[in-house]
């Protein structure tokens, strides 16, 4: 079991910046896989990126690449999301996720956070 914590969210101007932080509580957070998912008003929740345990892999959906970026420390139990260039488009409730490791590092999650909320402005 682990719990996830986000933080971060918050309201921004397009072409504005944030930086989501999801903190762990177990101490074999090194073990997980992380994602990054998220959910707008009216639609299904979709994956946005997701990191490796090790950080050395990484996995973002079309839509994102270029603008935001995963990254993990191991060492404080927390995988980031840093979102650049952001557009209306963008607004949603982010989650982060956990789960043991597979080979790709799309599909089913286990262990869910709350959720934040991020809310771009035009």
């Known amino acids: 079991q682990v719990q996830l914590v986000e933080s971060g969210g918050g309201l921004v101007q397009v072409g504005g910046s944030l930086r989501l932080s999801c903190a762990a509580s177990s101490d074999t957070f090194g073990s997980y896989d992380m994602g990054w998912f998220r959910q707008a008003p009216g639609k299904e929740r979709e994956i946005v990126a997701a990191i490796s345990r090790s950080g050395r892999t990484t996995y973002y959906t079309d839509s994102v690449k270029g603008r935001f970026t995963v990254s993990r420390d191991n060492a404080k139990n927390t995988v980031y999301l840093q979102m650049n260039s952001l557009k209306p488009e963008d607004t949603a409730v982010y989650y982060c996720?956990?789960?043991?490791?597979?080979?790709?590092?799309?599909?089913?999650?286990?262990?869910w956070g709350q959720g934040t909320q991020v809310t771009v402005s035009s």
């Open positions: 996720a956990a789960r043991s490791p597979k080979v790709t590092l799309r599909g089913r999650y286990d262990y």
